[in-house]
Each structure stands twice: as C-alpha cells, then as structure tokens.
C-alpha cells in the first residue's frame, strides 16, 4: 500500500528553525506550481541546514529541465 494512502506524512529533519521556515515557503511556492520562486527559499534552507535531505530533494524539483 502507497505511503500516501496509508495517511502518513514524510517527516521534515531539521532542527534549524530559520531552515524550516524557509522550506515551508519553498514548499508552499512549490504546491501553488511557482517551482522558479520556490528555489531562492529553498537554497536558503539548505545553507541554513546542509543535512536537510527533504529540502535538498525539493530543491531539486525546482531546477530547470533539461530538454
């Protein structure tokens, strides 16, 4: 069964508040489709907090494709 289907979140890592606060805004960028302006917060998150795996991987959504 699907994580997502069992009603379990993926559980954010850090213990950096600065780090938190600038991947929620990322994130919440990243849910209204604004993946370009996410990515500013999102590096700031991870200068904030260099282990933060889940804004890393979110940080990765937001850069460009190649095509």
């Excluded at 954010?12 to 849910?31: H, I, M, N, P, W």
């Excluded at 795996?53 to 979110?58: G, N, S, V």
Aim: no cysteine.
């Amino acid at each position: 069964q699907a994580v997502a289907d069992q009603g379990k979140k993926v559980p954010v890592t850090t213990s950096s508040k600065a780090a938190l606060k600038y991947f929620e805004q990322g994130r919440d960028l990243q849910e209204k489709i604004r993946f370009q302006d996410s990515r500013e917060h999102l590096e700031k998150a991870v200068a904030e907090d260099s282990d933060f795996a889940l804004a890393h991987l979110y940080l990765s959504f937001s850069q460009p494709s190649a095509k």
